[in-house]
């Protein structure tokens, strides 16, 4: 029954944002009236309440193991945790598209309750994110039902889900996502709101900074917590895979950033609005896009969601619509925006022109990187799979250009060229500096990587740049904008803590007995296999091993698992890490032999903590700029 | 069942003659897709189709072969899909060069318009 | 910003787009239309009576099966290869990773659907033929392999994959 309700509560949301939508276009020509627009904000904020309740009784639905809703029988179960049966809402398609139109209502009517109520721009946004919506809602309620049953009687218990789901960092993971890239729905909506208005003395940029901040922010924590739990989860020791689905989530992040970065030039000096607009656009059609590849299995990936051809061929076509529709508008609309002034060689615009550039060449060759293999199968049946070795080549050049940017850019000016004394005050000891500790650390260190050592000087470029301007603007008492200074010494961490960890970490498989020890290479001088316990846990069976690795005269304890689950008879693998500063000893325990042996698979993973550091470091450099309450 | 192994057999599981192999080794089990998996390499598989092309690598290292000539041995048997490097050559240029090409356009167009 | 260039903004998603869909409508019906012939690998198996494996066998039109006794599948297509080999063509066992003494018992238990067996325990034929699995079958043309299919070989996929390579080559002959 309560299901039934949920459903119709829904029903009826996506009945009163059509009224919404008819009202708004049917008296769209006349004068716009402030008692329609009031009216529509109370239709639109209804409906967006009838979103709220419809997923909150589904969440008691899922609480109370409604096992005659059939997505709730197929990902969820009596035994879990509270915890994660509210996760497995969202653990697939169905549930998961719920919480998207969730975030979406529940973004959207803060934002437009929020704005002022002379904004010019209010009717024409409040249209845009309806759209939105609706596209989003009947999507949902056509194509991928999650409140269908299994009739007459439902199921006896649920499906476990995935024991891999079954961890709070997955579990958050999506949530937080989401409210990312839906954040970044607000901005669009705005954007196209100016585009269609075409009046373009009003100031824009003002009224959805914060709220691009916040998105950004959701976005970068919820890809940063996806590539963690990956790490210490899924025992391969990588983060980053240039998955298909991995990088269909980096094309909105980069975007974002390039929009952030626009955004304040745009307010500030005036200029690059061009950019920021179509940036603005960029992310969302990104989002889309990144919707569809998941959602209809075109491309295999371990993330994927089933396939579905139905449900691919509107996605695509609601994405395909909304991008070249934003698209068109805008393109027409350009002529008229563009600024009085040109962008000045040397400014402070400039590089911030050049960020946007290298940022959409970015986005070009990972879209690249996914659609090729399409391309190619496509029309001569080759198939070719494009992987880690491609992106990093790629993106090598890439950063190093854009690194070298950012030490110049360090001591740019705002719409005039920068000062050439200033110039050579900086970079020429950057590079000196950044050299030597180059070939300090070459000369003790034997490995070689081009590619690792193009990532190395690009972050130390990068980090000695802010530490030169640190120090000089302090001893010259200067203003030091402290939030660009933390993101961009985040992201110098980033480049040189990627590139390390390529460059030094190392594996080994070992094979050994119980009680048995043995001596791996010159730094871990012995690896010693205790014992084995074998234990029965809540709804799992364990083989834990008992490890002492001695590795440069510290001795540390490891303990990999290895689980085979109650309900599904699956069988999963737990990695042992041991954490610390400059290295992560990380062990899992593989098959055992005819001979009763173990075989254990040992990854020395370098620099770990520094790409986790990095990622705060560039959140918190963000916190900070917003705290800046105009430009 | 744990059987009580009646002599040692603690080693590592590939050995290696120099640390030269040994990087090959790993570099290559990186680059080369599980045939089975939906998506991921060799290295972080457990399948037994992994396993076996961990184990011939291995042996073709120790062998003599060369990186290129392991390259074409698992690709005649598993198809050009078994590298995550793409080979450089015909409509792949596209993919390699592409862009860079796109990176030179967007520069020009926006060397001669300075107005956004 | 020029007309081209605002022309371009917009045609390239349209592109894009109209792609995807292609790709999500079309290509999925013809995946499996494209296959590179390739030789036969060389290789020195027995059969289960120990007895070195002929070249000649893999003459002619012949299917070549990859199967084994703990694989579960291998069961659900037996019996529609137990047909295709009664009246339409040869097929070759090629039994992979396997027990001989387990194997023979399920032959034996469930029918012998093969003109040939090849043991190969260690999978090394299965190997050079790129076999991730059981079972997979291949399809032979004088010494040549031109189809390959993974998974049970049913109704579907011998007439959508194997019968038009066949028949393509039966023309060619002609």
Redesign the interface.
Known sequence: MIGEIAHFFSLSAALLLIITLLLNTIFFFSNPNSNQLILSIRLFNQSCWLIFVSFGLYIYLAITDDFSISYIASHSNSQLPIFYKIASIWSAHEGSMFLWIVFLALWSSLFINGLDKNNPLKKLTLIMLILVILGFLLFLLITSNPFSRILPFGVMDGADINPILQDPALAIHPPILYLGYVGFVISFSYVMAYLCKGNFKIEWEEDIRAWSFVAWIFLTVGITLGSWWAYYE?????YW?W??VENVALLPWLAATAFMHSLYASSKSN?????TLFLGIMIFSLSLFGAFIVRSGII???HSFANDPQRGLYLLGFSGLMTLLSLVIFAYRIPAI??????ITGSKESFL?MNN??M??SI??IF??VT??LI?ESF?G?????????YN??FAP?ILIASILIMISVDSLWQRKMLARKFFRSIIPTFILVTSIIYIFWSLIK?FSLLAYIGIFSGLIILVAYFIKIISSLKAKEYINKGSAFAHIGLGILFLSISVNSLLS?????????G???R?NESIESFKFSN?NVRTASNHDVISANVFVLMDGVSVNLNPEKRKYSTRGQITSETAIHATPFKDIYLNI????????W?FSLKINYFVKWIWLSSALMVLGMVLAMQKRKI | M????LT???????QFEDQQQE?RF?RLI??T?C???????I??S????SR?LKQ?IYELILAGTSDEEIKNYIS???????????AVKG??Y???F??FI??SL??L??YF???? | ??FL?RIFLILLPVLIFIFYGKVLLIDDKKSNDYFEP?EF?VFQLNNFDGIPTNLDIISGVKLLNVWASWCITCLVEHPFLSKLAESQIEIIGLNY?DDKTKALDWLKRHGNPYTSLIYDPR?DLA???????APETFLIVDQKIVGHIQGELNEDKWKSTFLPIIQNSQKELN
């Open positions: 899924l025992g391969w020791g990588g895979f998955d298909p200029i690059l609005k061009t950019w295999d990936s371990v563009n600024s009085s002034k040109p962008v022109s550039i290298l959409v060449t070009f060759s690249l990187g090729y293999p190619l001569s080759e198939k070719v799979s494009i992987g880690p070795p491609y080549t790629i890439l490995e190392y594996q080994k498989n070992i094979n050994l007995s119980v048995e020890s043995l791996i084995l593989g098959d055992q032999l005819e001979d009763g042996s075989t | 744990f059987l009580i192994a040692s057999s603690a080693e590592l599981i590939y990087d790993y990186n680059e897709r045939p089975k998996c939906t998506s991921g390499s290295a972080s457990n399948a037994p189709v076996d011939k005649e048997r598993f198809g050009a899909s078994s590298s995550y490097k793409p409509m792949n596209f993919l390699w592409g862009p796109f990176l967007i520069i167009i926006f318009n300075k107005r956004v | 910003m020029s260039a390739k690998p990773k999978g190997f050079d033929l790129g076999v991730t699995g």
